[in-house]
């Protein structure tokens, strides 16, 4: 292949519309007239790609430029295949071919090293059958000693990560450790012991930053929690809601009302925002903690969060994050980009 070639004029050509996502691009496969906005990752450097609907595996440019052409004129497909190599390992702009990691895979048998020290919990209110449905336990070695460790599956169910919460207490420890991709983790919905697939299409999903509020979720409700393991939402984990369509989905980060800045509210505009491209703003709702976060929260505390979950109003969330984006905008701490998905709501 050329090292020349423009790997994004040629799929914008294709009629291929790419979400920017630093390293690679977001498209829905036109090749099938697909309409699933997330449904390929496509490298900017080697057009190395894959689809995850249909769970093709990492295919080289050439694959994907091939299909594209089948129901173009034989002119117009050969002159955008001209000068496409046949080697997987694609040079563009004369950058080094993309190195394809892939992530690493743990037995089951793994777990049999955790202890079921489960008594930090217990005295937060959470029962020891619900850890023992997610499969956690105390490490007491290796990188995750004395944490408190959650495992992560896949979309196979097979464990690609961990979570563990500090049991140490030791000043300047990181409260959580993670292990594995976090970006790809959707979790709990492909977690053997709660993954069902009809258990969780067209239900209300609520998005949590930790596994600490999905718990406590869990222990007083049920609802239907993912976690976001941060402020952000992946788009894998947006590719999972995507695949579950929920019908609706509330954004519950923590409450940050006794800081300066109340970044979990802030978080969750940020969150409307990116996710007004792939759902209608009717399924979207912000709905935080009564307190600075779920494990805060007492059974009074649900009753009212509940109650407040089924009453929102419209009209004053929609006011609320307009003026909030503004803001957001205004300072700089949301791109121009992000901001203009606000005309969503309008329309």
């Not at 097979?158 to 030791?170: E, L, P, T, V």
């Not at 069902?196 to 409700?221: A, K």
Request: aromatic share 12%; with cysteine; net charge positive.
């Amino acid at each position: 292949m050329s090292e020349n070639l423009d790997i994004e004029s040629i799929l914008s050509e294709l009629g291929y519309n790419l979400e920017d996502r630093g390293d690679y691009w977001q498209s829905n496969a036109v090749y099938r007239g697909g309409d699933n906005k997330t449904a390929l990752q496509i490298y900017k450097d080697t057009g190395v790609w894959k689809d995850y609907v249909q769970e093709t595996g990492f295919l080289p440019f050439k694959a994907l430029v091939e299909k594209s052409c089948e129901d173009l004129d034989k002119d117009a497909a050969q002159k955008i295949l001209k000068g496409i190599d046949l080697d997987p390992s694609i040079k563009s702009k004369g950058d080094k071919p993309k190195k394809i990691t892939f992530d690493e895979i743990y037995p089951d048998s793994i777990l049999e090293k955790l202890l079921p020290h489960y008594e930090f919990y217990n005295k937060r209110n959470i029962s020891t059958s619900l850890l023992k449905k997610v499969k956690g336990g105390l490490s007491t070695q290796g990188q995750m000693y004395q944490r408190f460790v959650f495992p992560i599956y896949n979309q196979h169910m097979q464990i690609f990560g961990f979570a563990g919460r500090d049991m140490s207490n030791k000043e300047g420890r990181p409260k959580w450790k993670h292990v594995g991709k976090k970006t790809k983790w959707c979790y709990p919905f492909h977690h053997p012991n709660f993954f069902n697939q009809s258990d969780w299409s067209n239900q209300d999903i609520i998005l949590v930053e930790s596994i600490g509020d999905f718990l406590s979720i869990s222990e007083n409700t049920d609802l239907k929690c993912l976690v976001t393991f941060g402020l952000d939402i992946s788009p894998s984990l947006i590719n999972s809601l995507i695949s579950i369509s929920p019908k609706k989905i509330f954004i519950s980060f923590n409450n940050d009302t006794s800081s300066s800045e109340n970044r979990g509210l802030n978080a969750s505009i940020k969150s409307i925002l990116k996710l007004l491209q792939f759902f209608d703003k009717e399924k979207l709702k912000i709905c935080l903690p009564i307190k600075n976060d779920f494990g805060d929260m007492d059974k009074n505390d649900y009753n009212q969060w509940q109650t407040k979950l089924n009453n929102i109003s419209k009209k004053h969330q929609y006011e609320d994050i307009k003026r909030i984006s503004k803001d957001l905008f205004d300072s700089k701490r949301i791109s121009k980009n992000l901001y203009s998905k606000l005309k969503l709501i309008n329309e």
